[in-house]
């Protein structure tokens, strides 16, 4: 939101600052208008007390329905005591109960009295902050336009020259006009518009600033919820795409699941889980906030289908106990019916979640149940402002919704092209059994697995093992036992005949280094037995020498 030169009042209302860019025309009065019910009277009453509470500037409330004991048991309600703060010097409440009949009998009638009853109230406690509530009472004490338009062009005269900030409150007309008279709204310096509507017994309530003087605003429609602590806007359709990006890897609580993703889910990032009815989408959930505070952060879980202690002991059946989690106070759940509000409802009830609760992880469980208040645009609309209000606020977030019908990967929501992570689960039926496989469709920013995994429901949680695959195809649960079976057999049966082959050429080499050992020891008996002769003939030969040499010694001796 762009700055103004306008100065500003700061309403202390949340959410409203933002869409005004800073609160509203210091000085100067604004008209809050719209149908009995939709709020009138808390908006202004609220912007009085939160500029006594937060802001330090009094105020007067001077009120022509209600009395001001009707007005302090209201607003108690909501956790605002109206006693203390008159006692305090800082409120003064006054009522000011007119009868147009008594004035039609009475003859003329002008606001000279209202205005001194009115300077007199905000000299008494300083006054900086003024509500006027059902400015329509008071006008319909004149039966003359003319007059009705200048003594209203008089009021808000006599507020801004005292630098007042007021709040009117009046009624929407009966044609479609946003006052009964059709004249406030032109002599306000700025409109709010409040508006209820009921759609398929549903009712919703909306916020738009039809005009704002001197100053730039939002001129969306903007959800808003009447809460325990007062006003609560939702200005996400302001939201932009100026979040920050973390590298830091957080763990999904499936071991495996988290190799597939190469480590996590990126802190802040979205995860999104489809699939049909029965493939496990809450249990993954389940494993993400279970693992948030493990870590010792804090999580939120969201249900639509099933209330707290229902989630609680179904993950008790699958390994993952959340009742002790909720006891320390890491685990928030909250189960409502998507049935029970509209969709700016819901959405607004996530903004006071998130702000009561301050989570690092949230859970959004069956968000496909928010078709039933909803089209499908409503609904893709409401949940891509849920997903943008959580990025902002750096929280790590997983939604599930069901798809339409087995192999289907499009989501009853329609948000797939914006969350981060994409797991899908699916159905496969084969020999009379339905187990589940996970794909991991898309994860934004990393390296994933492209494999197709069975993912199983054990007693300690989730698993994902590899699939099997015959000559049919992918093959799960007993057909992938079998089939694995029978590779072991047949991996056995390659293993026996191995050691057999092993075992036979042992033998063989035995047999052979026994013969050769045998042909050696032959060997070198015919060597030594060689040797031998060898010695024999050379003594024999040197003995013949000898010999010959004696005779012919001999002989020469002779001659």
Aim: glycine fraction near 10%.
């Amino acid at each position: 939101m762009e700055r103004s030169s306008l100065e500003k009042a700061p309403t202390g209302i949340k959410g409203f600052d933002a869409v005004t860019g800073g609160g509203l025309p210091r000085g100067r009065a604004t008209l809050v208008t719209g149908t009995a019910g939709t709020g009138k009277t808390l908006f202004a009453s609220e912007f009085l007390l939160r500029g006594i509470l937060d802001f330090g500037e009094p105020g007067v409330l001077l009120a022509f329905e209600e009395t001001p004991n009707d007005l302090a048991a209201n607003l108690a309600s909501l956790g605002f005591d109206l006693p203390a703060l008159e006692a305090a010097g800082q409120l003064r409440v006054e009522s000011c109960r007119i009868r147009p009949a008594e004035v039609v009998i009475a003859g003329a009638f002008d606001l000279e009295a209202l205005f001194v009853r009115l300077e007199a109230a905000v000299k008494l406690v300083g006054a900086r902050r003024v509500v006027l509530d059902t400015i329509e009472v008071l006008l319909g004490a004149f039966g003359d336009e003319r007059i009705v338009r200048g003594e209203l062009s008089r009021l808000f005269d006599w507020l801004k020259e005292r630098g007042l900030t007021t709040v009117i409150t009046g009624e929407r007309g009966r044609k479609g006009e946003l006052t009964r008279f059709g004249i406030e709204e032109y002599v306000s310096d700025c409109v709010i518009v409040l508006d209820q509507r009921v759609l398929e017994e549903v009712s919703t309530r909306r916020m738009r600033v039809m005009k704002y003087r001197g100053a730039s605003h939002g001129t969306n429609e903007y959800p808003f919820l009447i809460t325990k602590s007062g006003f609560l806007v939702l200005p996400v359709t302001m939201l932009g795409l100026s979040y920050s990006a973390s590298k830091e890897r957080v763990s999904t609580g499936i071991v495996e699941l988290d190799r597939m993703l190469g480590g996590g889910i990126y802190r802040g990032s979205t995860l999104l889980v489809t699939g049909t009815a029965g493939t496990g989408k809450t249990t993954v959930a389940a494993h993400l906030v279970a693992a948030a505070c493990q870590r010792g952060e804090h999580a939120l879980l969201v249900s639509f289908e099933e209330s707290p202690d229902q989630l609680v002991r179904n993950m008790q059946s699958v390994g993952i106990d959340l009742e002790p989690l909720r006891e320390s106070g890491l685990l928030r759940i909250w189960s409502e019916r998507a049935s029970a509000q509209g969709l700016e409802e819901h959405l607004g009830r996530l903004g006071l979640l998130l702000e009561e609760n301050k989570p690092d992880v949230v859970a959004l469980d069956a968000l496909g149940y928010l078709t039933n208040v909803g089209t499908d645009r409503e609904v893709t609309a409401t949940v891509q402002r849920q997903i943008d209000l959580m990025k902002c606020q750096g929280i790590t977030s997983v939604i599930t919704s069901l798809t339409h019908k087995p192999g289907e990967e499009e989501s009853t929501i329609g948000v797939t092209a914006i969350t981060d992570t994409w797991l899908l689960l699916r159905d496969l039926e084969h020999d009379g059994e339905r187990n589940r496989l996970l794909f991991v469709l898309k994860s934004r920013g990393m390296h994933h697995s492209n494999q197709v995994r069975e993912f199983l429901i054990t007693d300690q949680g989730a698993e994902l093992i590899d699939v099997a695959i015959g000559p049919d195809g992918v093959l799960t649960g007993s057909s992938r036992m079998q089939h694995l079976a029978r590779l072991k057999m047949e991996s056995s049966r390659r293993e026996a005949e191995l050691l057999r082959r092993r075992k036979a050429l042992d033998r063989r080499r035995r047999q052979m280094e026994e013969k050769i050992t045998t042909l050696r020891e032959e060997l070198s008996e015919e060597t030594v037995e060689l040797e031998d002769f060898a010695t024999q003939e050379i003594i024999q030969q040197e003995a013949e020498t000898h010999v010959m040499e004696q005779l012919e010694r001999q002989r020469g001796t002779g001659r």
